[in-house]
């Protein structure tokens, strides 16, 4: 039983491009979550999404940030125009409804 | 706005004996609490939860007490093991769909 997969695990992006963050939830998790720890801090929520429905994404901030799921395929995480700040490992975490959320083994970004 | 504090970012203990993490709320909807527990270059695991309907919960050497008028919980380590090192996350969630997390603290187990 696979558990939460993420990829790519470590990302590396120049100033200005795209990034874009994979999650495949746990076999029978229909809800997903995506986290963000900055160094030396907690993990922030950013966005609760179910298949084909962004549920709360009150912790994403307002431009540049997107994320789905879709019906078939990964959850994705995506990052347009990337900036320095936006380095951090991006945790994504996968549940049943209203169960304990498991989660991956993160995505690292770097942004040059 | 940090409703979720753990206040020690690090704390060390020697092996056998007792780690206390603490970790303290500020809003009265949360309803239930969770700690996870991070090694390096992994995502966070579950560790061990407790419903605000009971003040003490216990899973072999973790025990997790909740005290709901100071908005205090804490994770209790027994004997504590080396391996028990690394980062300890409080978190809590009641009132809407978010897990809020506390800032960490890093355990380390000194053999």
């Known amino acids: 039983n696979a558990g939460v997969m993420q990829n790519p695990r470590h990302l590396v992006r120049r100033r200005g491009q795209e990034a874009r963050l994979r999650c495949s939830p746990m076999?029978?998790?229909?809800?997903v979550y995506w986290y963000r720890q900055l160094p030396e801090e907690g993990l922030k929520f950013m966005v609760y999404l179910q298949k084909e429905n962004i549920i709360d994404e009150s912790g994403m901030p307002k431009e540049r940030f997107s994320a789905e799921f879709p019906k078939e395929g990964p959850s994705i995480l995506r990052i347009q125009q990337v900036v320095r700040g936006d380095s951090a490992a991006y945790f994504c975490?996968?549940?049943?409804?209203?169960?304990?959320?498991?989660f991956g083994p993160g995505t690292r970004l770097l942004v040059l | 706005d940090q409703q979720v504090k753990q206040n020690s970012p690090s704390l060390s203990v020697q092996e056998g004996r007792i780690s206390i993490l603490n970790c303290d709320y500020t809003n009265s909807m949360f309803d239930y609490f969770l700690w996870y527990k991070k090694y390096p270059a992994e995502g966070p695991t579950f560790l061990i939860s407790?419903?605000?309907?009971?003040d003490k919960n216990e899973d072999g050497r973790f025990t997790v007490f909740l005290n709901k008028s100071a908005k205090h919980l804490s994770l209790h380590i027994v004997p504590s093991q080396p391996g028990d090192s690394a980062v300890y996350f409080c978190a809590a969630e009641g009132g809407g769909f978010k897990t809020i997390f506390g800032a960490g603290t890093r355990l380390f187990v000194k053999a």
């Open positions: 407790i419903s605000s309907i009971k």
């Open positions: 076999k029978g998790h229909s809800h």
């Open positions: 975490a996968s549940s049943t409804f209203g169960e304990t959320q498991y």
